[in-house]
Structures are given as C-alpha cells and as structure tokens.
C-alpha cells in the first residue's frame, strides 16, 4: 500500500510536503505510510491521500489483486 501511494505521488511529481498539503494528512504521516511503518492508517487518512493524489482507496489497496 505504502509503495503504492509513493508511486502515485511520483507519477504526478509531487514531493510528499505538497501531498500533505492537498490531503490535509501531515508530511510525517505519509512518510510512515510510504515506508510500511505505519501499517493500518485509519480510512479516513487513505481517503484524503487517494483523493489528493486522484485515485481511489480500492486502488492503493487492491491495484496488484486478480480480476
């Protein structure tokens, strides 16, 4: 999930202080996150991050599942 949400920042050239700011989820948050020390981050802080980075929770969560 963490790798997931770094990859979507990266892909829209976002540094991780201008997701913050879109999210309203504070930089050392998303660090956590990013890195996988942070291991269940509440609904609500996934549903700020994959609205800031125009994407969906299913899609940090559930990208790398079988169709």
Known sequence: M???I????LEKGMSQD?????S???RVSISLIETGKTVNPSI?????IALALGTTV???FFADSVN
């Open 18 to 22: 201008k997701l913050a700011d879109l």
């Open 58 to 60: 299913d899609d940090i």
């Open 2 to 4: 963490g790798n997931k």
């Open 44 to 48: 609500k802080t996934l549903g700020k």
């Open 6 to 9: 770094r990859e979507r920042r």
């Open 24 to 26: 309203g989820v504070d």
